[in-house]
Structures are given as structure tokens and as C-alpha cells.
């Protein structure tokens, strides 16, 4: 089955997320398999949901992911430098990649401006360049609409019941392959759809529990 003729992969991300950034810079082996949607979540409302603290909220784990995606951007090559402040309200840029239909052109501009160079995401010149790299210059105006929140709030809600816990998540025929470091996984099941179902993945795929934490105490 070529690309064109598969069922499309779904990539749910938020700008705020460095490791969005570098899954991004992953993604050409896998759009010459699958054709890709890109679909703009909000990542607070999806830890809300699953009763989740995001990485920036524990203190040592914030420097720590910080040093990592500085560390992975320098082994993979990739163009990387922290935005002024983090973490940062991401909401306008969502919105104004909603309103743009998730355009693939202005997602990469989004990630490049922000993560890629260090912008500050609620710049209205970033915000301008973005729009501008979909040939939408006048979406921004639209950042504040209803309409527009309602989609986002619509696909982040769509992602959580689809089982989505965190971003960069990408949905290929309802399996989830989530962070940068599963892009790979991903590969090798395009590669081989039994893959999940052999050998210790298809074990560690129905281990189970042995025991609970009492969240009480």
C-alpha cells in the first residue's frame, strides 16, 4: 500500500514541547510511508485529563528534560535554542495553527521560530511569520474566535479518547507512538504490523499489574 493510498497518520503536538521539535525533525521517514496530519492539542488540558504533572511542573525534572532536549538536539544535528521562558502559554500559537488547518508549512515555521531559533511564541512578529508560511497572513485576527477554540479544545478532547497521554503523539491506525524516542518504533512497525504481537512485545503488551501505589497516602 503506497503512502497516497494508506490511511493518514495523526501527529497531535503543542508548541510548547521541545521534544515536538525534535520528533518534528524525524518525521521525513514516516510521511514517505503515511501521509500526516498535523494536529495542535493543548498538552495542560491532556495532563489535567489523565491527572498528570507535566515535566516543567517538578522541579528537578524540568532542568533535567531542559538538558536532555539541548543534549538529543546536538546529537541529532538539529537547529535547537530554548525560547525566552518555559514553560510558556502556548495558546495563541495553537489556535492560530488550528485556524490554519494544522498546514504542514506553518507548523515547521512555528516549531523553527520558536524551538529552532528562540523566539518567544506569543510574539505578534512570530505569530505574523507563521500565518504568513501558510499564504494566510489575516488567520492571526482570527486567534480569538470562538469557533477557533472550540476546534482546539475539540481535538484535544479527540486525542485524550483516543488514549493520547502526552506530545508529540503520533497515531498511526489507532496505535500510539508517543515522544521523539518512539519514532523509531514507529518505523518498525510501518515496517512489520505484527510487530506488537510476537515474541516480548506481544508479553510486555498484556503483563499484569502487580501491584498499585495508594495515591492517599
Not at 518534528?24 to 501521509?35: S, V
Not at 512485545?201 to 498499585?212: E, F, K
Amino acid at each position: 500500500m503506497t503512502a497516497v493510498e494508506a490511511a493518514p497518520a495523526l501527529w497531535y503536538f503543542d508548541i510548547v514541547s521541545p521534544f515536538a521539535h525534535l520528533a518534528l525533525a524525524r518525521m521525513g521517514p514516516i510521511a514517505e510511508r503515511r501521509p500526516v496530519i498535523f494536529r495542535p492539542v493543548v498538552f495542560g488540558a491532556m495532563l489535567k485529563a489523565w491527572g498528570q504533572l507535566g515535566p516543567a511542573e517538578i522541579a528537578p525534572k524540568r532542568v533535567h528534560s531542559y538538558r536532555l532536549a539541548t543534549h538529543l538536539a546536538a546529537s541529532q544535528g538539529v537547529p535547537f535554542r530554548f525560547p525566552p521562558a518555559h514553560p510558556f502559554n502556548p495558546l495563541a500559537m495553537l489556535r492560530l495553527l488550528t485556524a490554519l488547518d494544522g498546514d504542514a508549512a506553518a507548523v515547521r515555521a512555528a516549531f523553527d521560530l520558536v524551538w529552532g531559533q528562540g523566539r518567544d511564541a506569543n510574539d505578534a512578529d512570530v505569530l505574523a511569520q507563521v500565518a504568513l508560511a501558510a499564504g494566510r497572513p489575516g488567520a492571526v485576527s482570527t486567534v480569538d474566535d470562538q469557533t477557533v477554540k472550540d476546534r482546539l479544545r475539540r481535538a484535544t478532547e479527540e486525542a485524550v479518547a483516543r488514549g493520547v497521554f502526552g506530545v508529540p503523539s503520533l497515531v498511526i491506525d489507532a496505535e500510539i507512538f508517543w515522544g521523539v524516542d518512539a519514532m523509531a518504533m514507529a518505523q518498525s512497525w510501518l515496517d512489520d504490523p505484527d510487530y506488537f504481537r510476537r515474541d516480548e512485545m506481544a508479553r510486555v503488551s498484556r503483563l499484569p499489574v502487580g501491584t498499585q501505589r495508594d495515591r492517599a497516602r
